[in-house]
């Protein structure tokens, strides 16, 4: 049987014993908010996003002013330490998987991309956003809307060229057979029509078969589903007898961590991670050991 979760509305007004909104306002707001932070520990994007609903409510639906500003205590992100691998156990996983699978994984790692970056992610990689001639990799649409280049891993290069010779095959073959193009958001197939079907717009990473696109009905090669990544990298851990829990992520955490303990400058990584605070890659240096827990006793 399905159980139908309240909606954030729906709470606030039974945590107010069923008051009606209109005998409401920005003290019950409050209160209500604040509640979910320190009674629910929620997640602060879930208080946020009850935050939004209640100014919806009573601006849009109700047409009625809050009193004041709602200042009311901040839900808090967990300060937990990312798990990280040590080189030696990145090769362990890698050295365990094969083909497609080891190519992607080798992105990962060498490169710090995210496995899905929001509006465009990992596996949406289109051909023009490679550039082996500078060893990069364009990030497009991230997870703050907006571009940044990162690396292409040098040894990675053979196997990637290899796999796009064979991926330009499969297009070629869609091309003859009538299909061959791919998913455009509406502004770029309008400014570009005919570039649905071009080699540079196709992605790196293809589906294995044709599929009927929802939206517009047509028939289209999609990008990979990451889903075939995580399960080919648990299997990989789990065979080298890794006793962590590891998933696609902590190649981007092993990324960043490795390159701190290679000496780079905190800010290159903060630009190749695509950090907006340079408070989120120094949790990396708590990895490292080279924050407070670096210092060493006096007793030694």
């Known amino acids: 049987m399905l159980i139908r979760v309240p909606t954030g509305r729906e709470r606030f007004i039974r945590f107010h014993k ?6 409401m306002n920005t003290p019950e707001i409050e209160a209500f908010l604040t509640w979910l932070a320190v009674e629910q520990n929620v997640a602060p994007a879930t208080q946020n996003q009850a935050l939004s609903a209640l100014l919806f409510l009573y601006r849009q639906v109700l047409n009625v002013e809050l009193t004041g500003r709602v200042d009311a205590i901040r ?10 691998l040590t080189k030696d156990e ?17 992105l990962l790692y060498g490169s710090g991309m995210r496995l899905m970056e929001s509006g465009a992610h990992w596996a949406r990689l289109r ?6 001639s500078h060893h990069q990799i364009l990030v497009r649409d991230t997870k703050g809307n ?7 891993p040098k040894r990675a290069v053979p196997l ?8 330009k095959k499969l297009h070629q073959g869609d091309l003859a057979s009538g299909y061959g193009e791919v998913y455009l958001p509406y502004a770029l197939a309008r400014k570009y029509p005919n570039a649905a079907k071009e080699w540079l717009w196709q992605y790196v990473f293809p589906a294995d078969r044709l599929s009927v696109d929802p939206r517009s009905k047509a028939v289209r090669r999609h990008h990979a589903d990451e889903s075939v990544l995580q399960r080919a990298v648990r299997r990989a851990a789990l065979d ?19 390159l701190l303990e290679a000496g780079y400058d905190i800010r290159t990584v903060q630009e190749l991670l695509g950090h907006k605070d340079i408070k989120t890659t120094q949790i990396y240096t708590h990895v490292l050991n080279q924050g407070p827990m670096g210092v060493r006793s006096p007793l030694d």
């Open 240 to 258: 080298a007898k890794i006793n962590k829990h590891v998933t696609p992520h902590v190649f981007r955490h092993s990324f960043a961590t490795h």
């Open 90 to 106: 990145v090769q362990q996983v890698l050295d365990r998987m094969t083909g497609i699978h080891q190519l992607m994984a080798q």
């Open 18 to 23: 069923l008051r009606h909104p209109l005998e």
């Open 127 to 132: 051909v023009k956003d490679v550039e082996f």
């Open 75 to 84: 839900a808090q992100k967990d300060k937990r330490l990312p798990t990280v």
């Open 146 to 152: 907006e571009d940044r280049v990162t690396l292409l």
């Open 160 to 167: 990637l060229q290899q796999h796009l010779q064979d991926v």
